[in-house]
């Protein structure tokens, strides 16, 4: 049972999602998975598909140079929301990877809030969309860093493909730094698939579906690139390429 | 092979080819050249299909098909190679990849076996040699990081490669140095002259020329071919300049 009170449009971080969905899930829901990363340790969560209600929602503390990986990969929901918070210690370290890949009227989104408390704790967070159709993609990703956090490192890279004029994407980083000995670091691109390349790679004999295909893995593929574990990150590629297939 | 007869061709409102006519016989090379703006890079792209390209009037066959009816890949699988300019980068897809992709899609488009990994990086291998280019370079993003020599040398790995029936080649020379334009032409004389293949090299300057013979130099001048001769018209081209050539003719 969710004892939450149900978002509304005012709420910053729903915003762009699909509410009418978030009310029909809402509560039923899971609340929030509370996990805890031990100093000097490193765990990892990967995420392949969302769960029936579309929303998953984590709440993460990492200890002393502990370090905390989600890998995520968001599709085939009419409404699907991955959920974050993170609490970073001194010396730690968060990456995310996220790829949404969205068709029809799907409205997919990634929202983190991710809290330097401590010196010296590091983030990176890579998010890549590609959005067919009339569908949304959204990347909301919140960094603060406390009066304590000096030395503080925190990267966003937020890229997004529409395949058709009708697609929205959204990205929204938001900064709220006390510190002043810090590094953020953020940077947002919209664009369609570049008709030069699709052309160079016809005279080279691919047929355009297979051209486009190759493209959007590379591009979908920069998600993934953290994965330290190879039989893991071919598992999420694959994964994503019938996804990315499956968007015509 | 190629028979351009009376071609016009425009990108948007703008004509840039105005009548252009050329044949092109199994085993030769021959030569374009002329003055910047005069059309012979659009030649290259309304031959490659370009988009944006469009031929207006008159007509180009290859091996007796309608040339400008075919889907830009299909043309590639009929054996037409252009060679770009400015080759294009593609972040995050392997040069392997992307040939392999390439060749064995134009096997399957004309009901070949394809090649398996490793008959590929046998040819790729071969290939590299011959052109110089290191492996590693194989490995990495298309063009991605390439200098305009290195890019120039991977379009003729790529050609090697996808062994084309006949390949235009769009100012493959300009940016070499010299050593890597003699292992460029090296290349085109390796891969390409012989008798059932066919070259047309669109170039502004006499030095590929010296390294890879034309059978024919034709100036191309305000979209029309305006004179044809032997290899010794790229020399008077030289000594004398377009203009004086394009108005004599």
Same mark, same amino acid.
């Given at each position: 049972?969710?004892?939450?009170?149900?978002? &509304?449009?005012?709420?910053?971080?729903?915003?762009?999602?699909?509410?009418?969905? $978030?009310?029909?899930?809402?509560?039923?829901?899971?609340?929030?998975? &509370?996990? +805890?990363?031990?100093?000097?340790?490193?765990?990892?969560?990967?995420?392949? %598909?969302?769960?029936?209600?579309?929303?998953?929602?984590?709440? /993460?503390? /990492?200890?002393?140079?502990?370090?905390?990986?989600?890998?995520?990969?968001?599709?085939?929901?009419?409404?699907? =929301?991955?959920?974050?918070?993170?609490?970073?210690?001194?010396?730690?370290?968060?990456?995310?990877?996220? %790829?949404?890949?969205?068709?029809?009227?799907?409205?997919?989104?990634? $929202?983190?809030?991710?809290? +330097? $408390?401590?010196?010296?704790?590091?983030?990176?967070?890579?998010? =890549?969309? $590609?959005?067919?159709?009339?569908? &949304?993609?959204?990347?909301?990703?919140?960094?603060?860093?406390?009066?304590?956090?000096?030395?503080?490192?925190?990267?966003?890279?937020?890229?997004?493909?529409?395949?058709?004029?009708?697609?929205?994407?959204?990205?929204?980083?938001?900064?709220?730094?006390?510190?002043?000995?810090?590094?953020?670091?953020?940077?947002?691109?919209?664009?369609?698939?570049?008709?030069? %390349?699709?052309?160079?790679?016809?005279?080279?004999?691919?047929?355009?579906?297979?051209?486009?295909?190759?493209?959007?893995?590379?591009?979908?593929?920069?998600?993934?690139?953290?994965?330290?574990?190879?039989?893991?990150?071919? %598992?999420?590629?694959?994964?994503?390429?019938?996804?990315?297939?499956?968007?015509? | 092979?190629?028979?351009?007869?009376?071609?016009?061709?425009?990108?948007?409102?703008?004509?840039?080819?105005?009548?252009?006519?050329?044949?092109?016989?199994?085993?030769?090379?021959?030569?374009?050249?002329?003055?910047?703006?005069?059309?012979?890079?659009?030649?290259?792209?309304? !031959?490659?299909?370009?988009?944006? #390209?469009?031929?207006?009037?008159?007509?180009?066959?290859?091996?007796?098909?309608? !040339?400008?009816?075919?889907?830009?890949?299909?043309?590639?699988?009929?054996?037409?190679?252009?060679?770009?300019? #400015?080759?294009?980068?593609?972040?995050?897809?392997?040069?392997?990849?992307?040939?392999?992709?390439?060749?064995?899609?134009?096997?399957?488009?004309?009901?070949?076996?394809?090649?398996?990994?490793?008959?590929?990086?046998?040819?790729?291998?071969?290939?590299?040699?011959?052109?110089?280019?290191?492996?590693?370079? *194989?490995?990495?993003?298309?063009?991605?990081?390439?200098?305009?020599?290195?890019?120039?040398?991977?379009? *003729?790995?790529?050609?090697?490669?996808? @062994?084309?029936?006949?390949?235009?080649?769009?100012?493959?020379?300009?940016?070499?140095?010299?050593?890597?334009?003699?292992?460029?032409?090296?290349?085109?004389?390796?891969?390409?002259?012989?008798?059932?293949?066919?070259? !047309?090299?669109?170039?502004?300057?006499?030095?590929?020329?010296?390294?890879?013979?034309? @059978?024919?130099?034709?100036?191309?001048?305000?979209?029309?071919?305006?004179?044809?001769?032997?290899?010794?018209?790229?020399?008077?081209?030289?000594?004398?300049?377009?203009?004086?050539?394009?108005?004599?003719?």
């Amino acid at each position: 049972m969710n004892a939450l009170t149900l978002p &509304t449009r005012r709420d910053e971080s729903w915003r762009y999602s699909d509410l009418q969905s $978030v009310e029909r899930v809402w509560a039923d829901l899971d609340p929030a998975q &509370t996990l +805890h990363v031990p100093a000097d340790s490193h765990e990892r969560l990967r995420v392949d %598909a969302l769960p029936e209600s579309g929303i998953l929602r984590y709440d /993460v503390t /990492v200890e002393a140079n502990a370090r905390f990986d989600l890998h995520c990969l968001l599709m085939d929901r009419d409404y699907g =929301r991955v959920e974050i918070a993170v609490k970073l210690g001194d010396g730690a370290h968060f990456e995310l990877g996220g %790829a949404i890949l969205a068709k029809g009227s799907q409205v997919l989104e990634i $929202v983190t809030d991710v809290e +330097h $408390v401590e010196p010296n704790g590091t983030s990176n967070q890579t998010v =890549r969309s $590609v959005l067919a159709d009339k569908s &949304t993609g959204s990347f909301l990703g919140k960094i603060g860093v406390a009066r304590d956090a000096q030395r503080t490192d925190a990267a966003q890279s937020v890229k997004s493909m529409l395949l058709d004029r009708g697609a929205t994407a959204n990205a929204v980083p938001q900064l709220e730094i006390f510190a002043d000995d810090v590094k953020c670091a953020h940077g947002a691109t919209v664009g369609e698939l570049d008709r030069q %390349a699709l052309f160079y790679m016809a005279t080279r004999g691919l047929p355009p579906e297979v051209a486009r295909g190759l493209m959007l893995q590379a591009f979908i593929a920069d998600a993934f690139i953290g994965i330290d574990d190879d039989a893991a990150r071919e %598992a999420l590629e694959g994964k994503a390429r019938d996804g990315l297939e499956n968007l015509r | 092979m190629l028979n351009i007869e009376n071609l016009h061709a425009s990108i948007g409102d703008t004509k840039i080819l105005k009548g252009l006519s050329l044949q092109i016989n199994a085993g030769e090379i021959h030569a374009i050249m002329g003055p910047n703006g005069a059309g012979k890079s659009t030649l290259g792209y309304v !031959l490659g299909g370009r988009p944006g #390209y469009e031929a207006t009037e008159g007509s180009a066959s290859f091996d007796g098909q309608d !040339l400008l009816d075919m889907d830009p890949h299909a043309r590639a699988a009929a054996g037409l190679f252009l060679g770009f300019q #400015y080759p294009v980068e593609i972040p995050g897809v392997s040069n392997v990849q992307f040939l392999r992709e390439a060749v064995n899609a134009q096997r399957t488009a004309r009901g070949e076996a394809t090649l398996s990994g490793g008959e590929f990086l046998k040819a790729a291998r071969e290939k590299a040699a011959l052109l110089k280019m290191d492996m590693d370079m *194989m490995k990495r993003a298309v063009n991605v990081g390439f200098s305009g020599g290195e890019k120039k040398r991977n379009e *003729m790995v790529q050609m090697g490669l996808i @062994d084309p029936k006949l390949a235009i080649l769009d100012e493959t020379d300009s940016g070499l140095d010299i050593d890597a334009l003699r292992t460029v032409g090296a290349g085109i004389n390796t891969i390409m002259r012989k008798p059932d293949k066919a070259v !047309l090299l669109i170039t502004h300057y006499q030095r590929l020329l010296e390294l890879v013979e034309p @059978d024919f130099v034709h100036v191309l001048a305000n979209g029309r071919i305006v004179k044809t001769g032997g290899p010794e018209l790229a020399l008077q081209l030289e000594n004398e300049g377009y203009e004086a050539i394009a108005e004599a003719a």
